[in-house]
């Protein structure tokens, strides 16, 4: 049978006081230089080693973790400095291209920048912009076939009408000189 337990009356939570605090800061900072100082002995002697320094090696000296060093801004920027691994990074960063080395890189293609999911929305957007100006170029390709067979039409037209043009052209030249000649011998206003 299980007994009965009374249950506690949760305290109210106090601000703590200036002494907990200056405590707290105090034991922070010197844990903070216990890091600094075990991480430079591990440096210390690994470099008197002449081992790499990494941060695996830097545990199985001292027993430091990375996270640790992670954590403490001085001692992540004294690793950072005396890493073997991110000094040799850093100097191959720096090595100036040679002109062969010129010659041989190729320009890096702007579309390797995008994630997949970009390219794959730009290439819909693209499709769909290609499928609207088929359709636009279909539509006016349309148009353009119904104005030429417009045109052939009238042209046509024109061919069998073109007879009754001479006629009225010819009656207009002799209404013309009809009226010069009636007319023709009054001056000029």
């Keep these: 049978m299980k007994r009965k337990t009374s249950a506690k009356k949760p305290r109210a939570s106090r601000p703590p006081s200036e002494a907990q605090l200056k405590a707290l800061r ?10 600094i100082e075990r991480l430079r002995s591990a440096i210390d002697v690994l470099t008197a080693k002449k081992q790499k320094i990494t941060t695996q090696t830097i545990y199985e000296e001292c027993g430091l973790r990375y996270a640790a060093i992670h954590r403490n801004q001085e001692a992540l920027a004294l690793f950072r400095a005396k890493s073997t691994h991110l000094v040799a990074q850093k100097k191959r960063k720096r090595r100036k291209p040679t002109n062969s080395d010129e010659v041989t890189t190729a320009p890096r293609d702007p579309l390797l920048n995008y994630k997949k999911p970009q390219l794959v929305e730009r290439y819909r957007a693209s499709r769909q912009s290609v499928q609207e100006l088929q359709q636009q170029l279909a539509l006016s390709t349309d148009a353009a076939m119904k104005r030429e067979a417009r045109i052939a039409e009238l042209e046509a037209k024109m061919a069998q ?3 009754y043009r001479l006629y009225v052209e010819q009656l207009r030249a002799q209404m013309q000189r009809e009226e010069q000649g009636r007319f023709g011998d009054l001056p000029g206003v």
């Design 161 to 163: 009408l073109e007879p």
């Design 26 to 35: 105090d034991s922070t900072e010197a844990r903070r230089q216990a890091t």
